[in-house]
């Protein structure tokens, strides 16, 4: 039997709920921003409006959030990491608000985010784990930038290298990548060097011509400011002033991985990113990207970024897909 609710339980809910409602204003100073900020056809604001559970509502140069006190809190902290987002690079996209709305539920939206600057644009970190490997990029010698897809691992590690280019302070960029689908033979591809190493190093294209303009990366890589450098190629190098990039290390054995990391040179700065569950090494084998996280955590100038499914920055799906396998791979014991 269900309990009846008491004479005036009802209003005093009500009440209740009443009270813990709450109605903030946002003032701003151009209403150009105020549009970048609601999105077009205002899909920024609903996407706040749904997650958060508020109403956003515009009048002039004036936004007003209305809801639960915290929720309406939690919405004026996530617009206002926009509004910095949006002075710092000149755009938003829904990535950039989904950031912004976990930022807030987390208590971390105020945080001042890692930037890179680039000839093309500037880039400005979505999240805190995005933030502290932008700084560990720019900082540190050597960094790794470990796990699940979508959490702008290789991205970040490009941009890095294109500002560090354009402004002097490293030669050139090398990138390098292992051609485990192929078994390091890349003979059997028609062209040149670069013709058959293109399809594994796509994502690195896609990442430089963000940062620099389609002619700036063909005429540097013309003069060799820019290299391509296939994993199996690189022994015996020694690799100065340069900012080196490792991607998908996951699929680097441990020999080569150990080949690679001593390649490094005076005035260098090298970026190791990878996926450790996605290795595509045939069953057994050892990845050295794994052993090499194992060996040189502590290792003076070294420093290791990790990331979850919870720091995913691509659709939100991404990040549940990757949190169902997490779950999936705690629960089922490696064979």
Known sequence: MTRKQKPG???????????????RTLVLDDNRKIGALLG???KFAVRIEQKLDVTVARRGNHLTISG???????AVAALRALEARLDLTGEIALADVDAAIKGALQGDAGSPPGVIRTPRRTIAARGRAQADYVEALL???????????GTGKTYLAVAAAASM??????????????AVEAGERLGFLPGDMKEKVDPYLRPLYDALNDCLSPKE????????EIEIAPLAFMRGRTLAHSFIILDEAQNATTMQMRMFLTRFGEGSRMAITGDASQSDLPRGQISGLEEALAILDGV???????FTAADVVRHPLVGRI???????DAKTPRV
Do not use: C, W
């Open 139 to 149: 900082r540190e010698e050597m960094n790794f930038g470990v796990g699940p897809a």
């Open 40 to 42: 077009p056809l205002d």
């Open 322 to 328: 990757v949190g169902a396998y997490e779950r999936h």
């Open 300 to 306: 003076e100038g070294v420093t290791i970024s990790r």
């Open 68 to 74: 639960l006190t915290e929720d309406a809190d939690a």
């Open 217 to 224: 990366v063909a005429r540097r890589m013309e003069n060799g």
């Open 9 to 23: 339980a009802k209003a005093a809910d009500s009440a209740a709920v009443a009270a813990k409602m709450a109605q």
């Open 165 to 178: 280019l354009a402004t002097g302070q490293v030669e050139r960029i090398i990138l390098s990548r292992p």
